[in-house]
């Protein structure tokens, strides 16, 4: 909300796969009411690591659960080897359509921070069982923690 009384111009983006989802496809219930809270305030992307030849069940799987967004981003094939690279560089395309990412949320580095991820971010990146709020370019990186 104080976004909204700055008056802050921006986006969301999150994750789907141990974010707003779990490893059986049913919601994560503290995520997503954060994510239905924002929904209506600003623009708001999924970004995910799951290929497009998947998209027909994820938009599904998203539907059901209520998930509405403005663009679903899926990995291209071509991209299958650097997910991290793809979702840095859509998170750069969706700032500047909006201003900026307001806030990135997801459960791996690639979903959160500046990809590669700085150095100085190591201890953040090698602990699984992490839980970070990031601030880098303008934008905040929710890092959850890894059921992985």
């Given at each position: 909300?104080?976004?909204?009384?700055?008056?802050?111009?921006?986006?969301?983006?999150f994750d789907i796969d141990d974010t707003l989802v779990d490893g059986r496809e049913r919601l994560i219930p503290e995520v997503a009411d954060v994510y239905k809270h924002f929904r209506s305030r600003f623009?708001?992307?999924?970004?995910?690591?799951?290929?497009?030849?998947?998209?027909?069940?994820?938009e599904r799987l998203l539907k059901r659960h209520g998930i509405t967004y403005d663009k679903l981003f899926m990995l291209p094939g071509r991209e299958e080897s650097d997910p991290?690279?793809?979702?840095?560089?859509?998170?750069?395309?969706i700032g500047?359509?909006?201003?900026?990412?307001?806030?990135a949320c997801g459960d791996q580095a690639w979903d959160a921070l500046p990809w590669p991820a700085p150095r100085?971010?190591?201890?953040?990146?090698?602990?699984?069982?992490?839980?970070?709020?990031?601030?880098?370019?303008?934008?905040?990186?929710?890092?959850?923690?890894s059921s992985r």
């Amino acid at each position: 909300d104080h976004c909204r009384r700055m008056k802050s111009k921006g986006a969301l983006v999150f994750d789907i796969d141990d974010t707003l989802v779990d490893g059986r496809e049913r919601l994560i219930p503290e995520v997503a009411d954060v994510y239905k809270h924002f929904r209506s305030r600003f623009p708001t992307y999924i970004l995910t690591a799951r290929p497009e030849a998947g998209r027909s069940h994820a938009e599904r799987l998203l539907k059901r659960h209520g998930i509405t967004y403005d663009k679903l981003f899926m990995l291209p094939g071509r991209e299958e080897s650097d997910p991290g690279g793809y979702k840095w560089r859509m998170r750069r395309q969706i700032g500047r359509k909006h201003g900026r990412v307001l806030v990135a949320c997801g459960d791996q580095a690639w979903d959160a921070l500046p990809w590669p991820a700085p150095r100085s971010l190591d201890a953040l990146v090698d602990n699984p069982h992490r839980g970070a709020l990031v601030h880098n370019e303008n934008e905040i990186g929710v890092l959850l923690p890894s059921s992985r």
